[in-house]
């Protein structure tokens, strides 16, 4: 929901607000895709990695610039990862 400019995940239980990161998204490529597909679609996107862990879930930190839901659909189109997560 967008209130005051400002984006937030609701809790549909306890109707309690988080605000959204604008700037971080966590991924989980798929095994068919190497990373270096995701380094050349970063660089394009000017994304940086934050971090990755061992069961490859990666956090990504977007250009203050860049609109998350714009960069969202770009990466969920590109049918190279097996879920994104906006996260807060």
């Known amino acids: ?3 005051d400019k400002n984006w937030y995940v609701v809790d549909n239980k306890t109707e309690s ?3 959204l990161d604008e700037t971080s998204l966590s ?3 798929k ?3 190497p990373r270096e597909a995701l380094d050349k679609v970063c660089e394009a996107l000017g994304i940086k990695i934050k971090r990755e862990n061992m ?3 990666i956090d990504l930190k977007l250009a203050e610039s860049s609109n998350i839901f714009d960069v969202f659909n770009h990466l969920k189109n590109s049918a190279m990862f097996e ?3 906006i996260t807060d």
């Open 83 to 85: 879920w994104i997560d």
């Open 17 to 19: 607000k988080f605000l």
């Open 55 to 57: 069961l490859g879930i």
């Open 1 to 3: 929901m967008k209130e």
């Open 27 to 29: 991924v989980k490529l």
């Open 31 to 33: 095994d068919t895709f």
